[in-house]
């Protein structure tokens, strides 16, 4: 499973860049007359660094080989359902609580009561988990609120870590429970499918030297540009796009009458471009930011031609409606998407129209050369347990993460990702599911979200897609490269939290048109001199210091 | 000429109307001064009882929140709470004053307040007049139905249906691509933003802004208009002599409360359309307090550019009320 937006709207996009990132006490003139909101994290020797016995001890643990093996990291992949699935568990983890949960969605809210597919899970988890689920593309802001009164935080919190709100580290210290005494080293060995996640993902959880949170472990391509593979072939279009100008051909070939060529491709432009994520390490060991990279600068050059051509959809130009819709009614035939979105898709569209189909580009890149993929984090989704002097709960809501860890092959993660057979689908011939309508409305990703186990693909129910996938990120897997800083979990001090919306606004409005590429080198100006050569300072540290 | 000679009179007789919903009349006055607190206390028990509910709503929602301000003078976090966030004295406000971006907000605020001002202030005046010379009660009651409605709607259901009609892929633009004619695209236009936000506020508020102008006309006493027919007055001079002069407190009393609102700028509206049209053209300073305080996290500095915006919204009040005054007008209140 994963997750479905990941860097797509302006929204997200936004919070994503200010990622972990920290209040907003702007003005460096002043920065001197406050305390620093930080704690040990805004020491730089230490950010980013994990001590050994923090983390949990790795045991693996294999139910069935996938048909699809991982290649250079990628996706691993099952095209088929073993005949006899393990049970896991033997009696529920649960101790018969109930836990308020909050997670994102990108997608129709499940009805809360009456629903099938929670009620079979609470009752083999042996908990409740009552969840209070917001839209996934104004997550960051909900989130913002939500945290800022402790008395309205759940109890389990999914933070998704391009919406880790301003002065996260204050609120990960007192709002949350440090999990550290219940997991690190061998504690988790009463946890196996806690313990079957990888060293890498758990590292992603530590907060200033504590393992703070549960995660739902990542791809190493998070994004990809997917085009209607259905209707291109109804059109009879069978060249795809090899660099950026033929790709703003063929969007503007796709356009006209009611049918737009594309939604809002910032996040193409940056995939194609292979705009690095955060910093650049230049060969004498400084720092380059993705804002003052020619990649960067093409990248938006890019998206604005695509715009002043009249390819992008008029809602896409305002911001409005949902971009997904868009692409699944075939108004517009090419889009980006995390690759989660992809199956996501297929489960909303398939039940009422089965020809449905999207397909990802090939990986190119704009000047036709070989391409930069970014590798993801290690994990793009964690959750956090409320602070509770109850000791008790915690290991419940543990052990139910355990529950919910269940690898591929167990009767948990059966009920987990496809619910109940007869409710949410049906064995056909071949042995595969088939979703029913229900599943179209209930089967939503929500517990997932709290914890998963490592990260594979076994979307078995539709036809033909667990091999496209696979195929292609296997392909796609040899562009990969590690982005500076890879891995580390740094959040940054509180006075760079407002850096990026300056430089946001700017990418929306020169992608409109409504300002020139002429902006960009005043806004760069702006943004170095507001706490943007701090910042580099604030990495550079870092990266000496390792 | 006798409606020229009765018109005078129109402003102190309302204004004795307003401000004399105190017990006593100006004669009374002096006397009234003499009567001790605790008799006036006693006296007026019953009321006082009856006031009573308000002003504890007021003081739980209102004034106790207000202490809350005391972080616009701190380094405030929401995790350490009020007790232990550092002070900074006047940091935040020095960081307001010399921020661009929020000066910026200041100048698209009072652009679109002046604007609207000059645009829409005038239409449920104008729409008032109208609607009070249809003579037919079915027709003028089905008529105010009507243009009332829209003032229901949420602003995300307006911007939808202006979306939906006006929008690049909207009807209107349908229609045109229809006939073979180019389309435009209003929603995402920045230079023609000021009318389509003032438009989406006329069609949904200028209605309901009608309301308390009827009110004043119904109260306008029809020998007035009888007296000045008699006397020769056309339907031109009766409206210049006698309709208009009962609006004026009405209209000052409104322009008034309107500066003290100049500062705020419909938030809704321009939230949700401010990825259509960008930044530049839609922060205003409630959209920039909303991003800075609760995106950002910065809340210090939020509530100080709120803080700073409720001082002068108040100062404006009370300057616009000082000049009605010095005017002769009743204004929002007067100095007993």
């Known amino acids: ?546 | 000429m006798t409606a020229q000679t009765q018109s005078p009179e129109v402003g102190p007789r309302a204004a004795v109307a307003s401000g004399g919903g105190r017990r006593s009349g100006g004669r009374n006055r002096p006397v009234a001064r003499k009567v001790s607190l605790r008799a006036r206390f006693a006296r007026d028990r019953s009321l006082i009882i009856m006031t009573l509910p308000a002003i504890i709503l007021m003081a739980v929602f209102a004034y106790v929140p207000m202490a809350g301000n005391v972080i616009a003078w701190q380094d405030y976090s929401p995790y350490v709470g009020i007790v232990n966030s550092p002070f900074v004295a006047w940091d935040n406000f020095v960081r307001v004053l010399s921020s661009p971006a929020f000066l910026h907000a200041v100048e698209n605020t009072l652009v679109i307040t002046a604007f609207q001002l000059v645009f829409f202030f005038p239409i449920p005046i104008i729409l008032a007049l109208l609607l009070n010379s249809v003579v037919t009660p079915s027709i003028r009651t089905t008529i105010q139905s009507i243009v009332y409605l829209p003032h229901f709607f949420s602003w995300v259901l307006v911007i939808t249906i202006f979306q939906q009609m006006f929008g690049g892929a909207g009807l209107v633009n349908q229609v045109l691509a229809g006939t073979g004619t180019s389309g435009f695209d209003w929603m995402t236009n920045p230079d023609t933003f000021l009318l389509l936000i003032t438009s989406q506020s006329v069609w949904k508020d200028a209605g309901w802004g009608i309301i308390i102008f009827l009110a004043a006309l119904s109260t306008i006493d029809p020998s007035l208009y009888e007296a000045s027919v008699v006397d020769g007055a056309n339907r031109w001079r009766r409206m210049w002599h006698i309709t208009l002069p009962a609006l004026r407190p009405v209209v000052i009393l409104l322009l008034i409360l309107r500066l003290g609102d100049a500062l705020t700028v419909g938030f809704e509206q321009l939230i949700l359309q401010r990825d259509a049209v960008g930044s530049q053209v839609s922060e205003v300073i409630d959209t920039y307090v909303y991003y800075q305080g609760v995106i950002n996290g910065d809340w210090s500095f939020a509530t100080a550019a709120g803080l700073m915006k409720g001082v002068i919204s108040l100062l404006l009040v009370l300057g616009a009320n000082k000049l009605a005054h010095m005017m002769g007008e009743a204004g929002v209140y007067q100095r007993s």
């Open chain 1, 1 to 546: 499973m994963t997750p479905t937006p990941r860097r797509l709207t302006a929204q997200s996009r936004r919070t994503f860049l200010t990622l972990i990132g920290a209040g907003v006490l702007g003005s460096t003139v002043l920065a001197g007359c406050r305390t620093e909101g930080g704690g040990a994290s805004s020491d730089p020797t230490t950010a980013g660094a994990v001590a050994d016995g923090v983390l949990p001890t790795y045991t693996a643990l294999d139910y069935v080989e996938p048909d699809f093996p991982s290649v250079n990291g990628s996706t691993a992949g099952f095209a088929t359902i073993p005949a006899e699935l393990v049970q896991a568990f033997d009696a529920p983890p649960g101790s018969g609580s109930t836990f308020t949960a909050m997670t994102p969605l990108w997608g129709a809210i499940p009805p809360s009561t009456g629903n099938q597919y929670y009620d079979a899970v609470n009752e083999a988890l042996g908990s409740t988990v009552k969840f209070q689920i917001s839209d996934g593309n104004t997550y960051g802001d909900k989130l913002a609120a939500v945290l800022a009164s402790a008395a309205d935080v759940p109890d389990w919190v999914c933070i998704p870590t391009w919406n880790i709100p301003p002065r996260f580290d204050q609120a990960v210290e007192t709002l949350f429970e440090d999990l550290t005494p219940f997991l690190a080293g061998d504690a988790i060995s009463q946890y196996k499918h806690l313990a079957n996640i990888p060293t890498d993902v758990w590292k992603f959880c530590v907060f200033d030297g504590k393992l703070k949170a549960l995660p739902f472990p990542g791809e190493i391509i998070t994004d990809a540009i997917f085009y209607r593979d259905d209707i291109f072939a109804e059109e009879g279009i069978t060249e795809l796009p090899t660099d950026g100008q033929a790709l703003l051909d063929l969007a503007k070939q796709l356009t006209g009458g009611n049918r737009w060529g594309a939604n809002d491709l910032w996040n193409t432009a940056v995939i194609i471009h292979g705009v690095v994520p955060k910093w650049q390490i230049n060969d004498d060991g400084t720092l380059t930011h993705r804002y003052e990279t020619d990649e960067y600068r093409a990248a938006l050059e890019w998206n604005a031609a695509l715009f002043s051509q009249g390819s992008v959809h008029p809602d896409a130009v305002a911001n409005t409606g949902d971009a997904k819709q868009r692409f699944e009614s075939g108004e517009v035939l090419i889009s980006n998407d995390g690759v989660g979105g992809w199956h996501e898709a297929l489960g909303r569209q398939l039940a009422t129209n089965p020809s449905y189909s999207q397909r990802p580009f090939t990986p190119f890149a704009a000047d036709g050369g070989s391409p930069v993929l970014w590798k993801g984090n290690p994990a793009n989704i964690i959750s956090f347990l409320k602070a509770n002097d109850d000791k008790a709960k915690i290991e419940e809501q543990i052990a139910i993460a355990d529950f919910l860890a269940s690898p591929y092959g167990t009767t948990e993660y059966a009920l987990i990702n496809s619910g109940v057979e007869g409710v949410h689908y049906n064995l056909g011939d071949d042995g595969l599911p088939i979703p029913t309508e229900l599943a179209a409305t209930e089967l939503q990703p929500t517990y997932i979200f709290l914890a998963d186990p490592p990260v594979v693909n076994t979307k078995v129910q539709y036809p033909g897609f667990v091999e496209a996938f696979c195929t292609w990120m296997a392909d796609a897997s040899q562009y990969v490269q590690d982005p500076a800083f890879f891995g580390m979990q740094i959040t940054e001090p509180n006075e760079f939290g407002s850096l990026a919306q300056p430089m946001t606004d700017l990418e929306s409005d020169i992608s409109r048109g409504r300002k020139s590429m002429d902006d960009l080198d005043p806004a760069i100006e702006n943004w170095r001199a507001s706490g943007g050569d701090e910042l580099r300072q604030f990495y550079q540290d870092i990266l000496d210091a390792q």
